[in-house]
């Protein structure tokens, strides 16, 4: 139940929350992707074996804001990808592929790496367009809870990771952008499920050239409304600690429909709780393991 959200604003704006994560659709990204796979076939030779155990059920970072705190299994590939539009005062903003490679390489561990989503955005006097950076991180799984349910057996793990200057010069961040998280997620019953995140990141603000510290919080309730579709609703926010720093905080709630047991879809909509005019977005993704 669990997504990595887009920031709503143009990637050059100091307010922008830093932990989109990529993808796109050019070219250059499937070459990207390409390799990474090579790379964990070579990392991961036990692939087979795994396959040949079971898998557990599908779980994702999307389409929510939220992470969650379950890893996925060693010698385990999962893709997921997406769009996402959004609008606020008078300016589109659209981004193109979201995408995120999980790669399982021990029971607790997985790696993950972001190519870089292509943006447009149209203001009412001028547009952009370029590749936003990528990102490359990790996932550690600290408690395990066993299959049990209730507050009392959460699964928590430890994210960390940093965007890349890769991308285009109107929409790069142009240095590396640092981030914790700290992921805690429950099953409350068979068919509910509850799910939080604090992080903190140190981002770079393009135009001033000046670094500044971001922190926030997410909080997500999943429910199985169905075999196959889930239902979620989540808040999430973003506050960079200056004083007067600007605040982002939101709503948003999606589905998600389970076509076959390592092929999810996707949807969500949200709406700012900023104070600014036409402030929501919505879109859609997918996610596929083997």
């Not at 928590?156 to 992921?183: C, F, H, N, W, Y």
């Not at 047991?261 to 393991?289: E, I, K, P, T, W």
Request: aromatic share 10%.
């Amino acid at each position: 139940m669990n997504k990595h959200f887009l920031g709503m604003r143009p990637a050059r704006q100091h307010d922008r929350p830093l932990y989109s994560v990529a993808g796109r659709c050019t070219t250059k990204a499937a070459l990207a992707t390409t390799a990474l796979l090579v790379l964990g076939c070579f990392i991961l030779p036990f692939e087979a074996a795994a396959q040949e155990a079971g898998s557990p059920p599908m779980v994702t970072d999307r389409p929510d804001a939220t992470e969650s705190g379950i890893t996925i299994a060693p010698g385990v590939f999962q893709l997921e990808s997406g769009y996402t539009f959004a609008a606020v005062e008078g300016v589109s903003i659209h981004d193109l592929g979201e995408i995120l490679l999980r790669v399982g390489v021990a029971d607790m561990l997985e790696l993950r790496f972001g190519v870089n989503s292509y943006q447009w955005v149209r203001a009412p006097n001028a547009t952009a367009r370029g590749l936003l950076d990528s990102s490359i991180g990790l996932k550690l799984r600290l408690v395990d809870s066993g299959g049990k349910t209730g507050l009392g057996n959460p699964q928590i793990a430890v994210l960390a990771s940093t965007s890349l200057p890769t991308g285009s010069s109107l929409v790069s961040q142009d240095k590396l952008q640092p981030e914790m998280r700290l992921a805690v997620s429950w099953d409350l019953s068979e068919r509910l499920a509850l799910g939080t995140n604090v992080f903190y990141a140190y981002g770079n603000d393009v135009i001033a050239d000046e670094r500044f510290h971001q922190a926030g919080a997410t909080l997500t309730l999943g429910v199985a409304l169905a075999d196959r579709w889930g239902a979620y609703g989540e808040y999430f926010g973003a506050y960079t600690l200056v004083q007067d720093g600007p605040r982002e905080n939101y709503l948003n709630g999606g589905i998600t429909f389970l076509v076959e047991r390592d092929f999810q879809l996707d949807a969500r909509v949200g709406y700012g709780l900023n104070g600014l005019d036409d402030d929501f977005f919505f879109g859609f993704g997918s996610a596929v393991r083997w």
